[in-house]
């Protein structure tokens, strides 16, 4: 589950964080909103794996990536 959890985390951060002449700033927000919608149906388990997950990452980011993974559960609406 760590692994999955890394690679949504991943591209969810491609997305949030790309410049804007590399993806289509409305077709990220379309992209980023799909996946926070899909993450609703995870199971306790899969959110705490995301949860480790993205604090694990927030520690080796700097910057907006590490703002960017600090929020990740609150901005995918999954902090409870």
Request: hydrophobic content about 40%; cysteine-free.
């Amino acid at each position: 589950m760590k692994t999955l959890a890394r690679a949504v985390l991943i591209a969810s951060g491609f997305l949030e964080l790309s410049d804007d002449s590399v993806v289509d700033p409305d077709s990220a927000l379309t992209t980023l909103e799909s996946i926070a919608a899909e993450l609703q149906e995870a199971t306790p388990d899969e959110r705490d794996a995301l949860k480790r997950a993205a604090e694990q990452m927030a520690e080796e980011s700097s910057g907006e990536a590490k703002t960017f993974f600090k929020s990740f559960m609150k901005s995918a609406g999954l902090d409870e």
